[in-house]
């Protein structure tokens, strides 16, 4: 007989194990019925699209390997679901939930390889209900796009780092072309992966591969360059202009904003126990903190450095929260506070519930809410204001459409039936400022006729621009109690260009 103490200890871990909660099938299983609640949500809803959700729904149309404000890949996207199910704006929104599903995937195994599998199962939960998550799971955005991406080339850069795991790097290159295609952003990981890298003698080592990521990404990335070259480097330089870093650079307030803003998009427990986590990281996460750290913190440093200079808006930080989701969730358990991970999630899930869900029963119920208590009130409207509109244009035969606001040329363009895909945006600023500028100018146009559909009382700096300039009507949007938005309508006739939109 054996008396040997290993065989008992063996057969205690086995048992153990068979034991453990199937945390995989769990992670499966909890992101498919969260990601099926937000599909079903986004069937019965009632909001209108996001005029830069619009904007992307006729980039779709119009497919390139770039567009004046982002890179291509969003567009490419609604492309997909609008042919596989239409125009709807269920369809164009369609790919947010499931790429959010796929981030919430790839969150799982990066906690699982770092920790172990229950981590990664609560990083993947705690990550899916994140207040910044599920907004841009109901949102078409680029953020949706990317944020995918940069959690894939998180993980590949996690495996190649391991012995004899070479393949990883290219699947690395993959995710960060496909992450560039989708934001300029993913140019953060790179920054994140090459300090990580070479500020640690230990890993030096993986320089090289990193590089074959790079050059795999390259290729990914270069047919957008090449279109940036061919159209006077448009989106590179709306970047630049975006920042506005440009005369006082120095904005306390804005940075206040800000700040006060994470707090909404990563949740308030989570963003303190983050700025703990980045002051001591092996002190509070464990040795897999600093590759989290490594991956989050420049992102942050970055975006709050801008915000300082001029302003940020609240989802450009959004990538740094797909690795210290995981180093919050990592230094909780490993403490046993699974309890406060427990309340931010449900705290988490019930404000979208409340946000997205109560809004929509108030609305379906037929009562008024204040503008400024729904946080769903910029949705609302530009259906009632594309009908007006297709109504006008189809009294007024032979007229082109015209806006002096870029985001309701979007929604019109969108809401107005049969689509007017040949519409023309008036800026009295000179230069490019929107995808309509660059493809469909307006100076390409004289001697046309306008419906002109305008917002912003500008209709003496417009006149110079036309022969003869009449008002036809105005219309008057409401959504809800201190909602309310006039638009005024004018025949524009025969284009002279004199001022204005000579671009």
């Not at 705290?347 to 119920?365: C, K, R």
């Not at 007229?399 to 519409?423: K, Q, T």
């Amino acid at each position: 007989m054996n008396d040997s103490p290993v065989e008992p200890l063996a057969a205690a871990r086995l048992d153990s194990a068979l034991r453990a909660p199937a945390y995989g099938a769990m992670a499966a299983w909890v992101i498919a019925a969260i990601t099926a609640a937000r599909l079903l949500w986004l069937a019965f809803q009632t909001t209108g699209l996001y005029p830069d959700e619009a904007q992307y729904w006729f980039w779709s149309r119009h497919l390139a390997l770039g567009y004046y404000s982002k890179p291509p890949l969003v567009a490419w996207l609604i492309a997909l679901t609008t042919a596989l199910f239409g125009d709807s704006e269920f369809a164009v929104r369609l790919s947010a939930p499931l790429l959010h599903a796929v981030a919430s995937s790839f969150v799982f195994a990066i906690g699982t390889r770092l920790y172990d599998r229950r981590i990664g199962y609560w990083s993947a939960l705690a990550y899916a209900t994140l207040p910044g998550v599920s907004l841009s799971a109901f949102l078409i955005s680029t953020d949706a796009v990317l944020l995918p991406c940069w959690a894939a080339a998180l993980y590949g850069f996690i495996r190649g780092r391991e012995e004899g795991a070479a393949r990883w790097w290219i699947a690395t290159g993959c995710a960060i072309g496909l992450g560039l295609l989708a934001k300029y952003a993913m140019a953060y990981w790179l920054i994140s992966a090459f300090g990580f890298v070479l500020l640690r003698p230990s890993e030096r080592r993986h320089l090289r591969g990193l590089g074959i990521a790079v050059a795999v990404a390259t290729l990914f990335y270069l047919p957008n360059v090449w279109w940036n070259w061919s159209h006077g480097f448009a989106t590179y330089l709306h970047v630049r202009d975006n920042a506005e870093l440009r005369g006082n650079l120095f904005h306390p307030a804005e940075f206040g904003e800000f700040l006060i803003s994470q707090l909404g998009v990563f949740g308030p427990v989570y963003f303190a126990a983050m700025l703990v986590l980045f002051a001591a990281p092996t002190r509070f996460g464990g040795p897999p903190a600093r590759l989290l750290s490594a991956f989050a913190w420049p992102t942050l440093a970055i975006v709050f450095i801008v915000s300082l200079l001029s302003r940020a808006q609240p989802n450009w930080a959004a990538p740094a929260y797909v690795s210290a989701v995981v180093l919050v969730v990592g230094a909780a358990l490993e403490r046993g506070w699974r309890r406060t991970v427990t309340f931010s999630i449900a705290l988490h899930l019930a404000a979208a519930i409340a946000v997205f869900g109560g809004s929509e029963i108030i609305a379906h119920a037929g009562l008024n809410v204040p503008a400024k208590l729904d946080p769903l009130h910029r949705l609302r409207g530009w259906r009632t204001l594309g009908d007006a509109v297709a109504a006008q244009l189809a009294a007024h035969s032979g007229m082109r459409l015209m806006a002096d606001d870029r985001e309701v040329l979007a929604a019109l363009i969108y809401y107005v039936h049969p689509h007017p895909f040949d519409a023309v945006a008036w800026d009295p600023i000179p230069g490019i400022s929107n995808q309509w500028d660059l493809e469909n100018n307006l100076s390409r146009h004289r001697g046309a006729s306008f419906l002109a559909v305008t917002v912003h009382n500008l209709a003496e700096q417009m006149r110079p621009d036309f022969v003869e300039l009449t008002e036809v009507t105005t219309i008057d949007i409401v959504s809800g109690p201190g909602g309310r938005q006039r638009y005024v309508l004018y025949i524009a006739r025969d284009y002279r260009g004199e001022t204005g939109n000579q671009k």
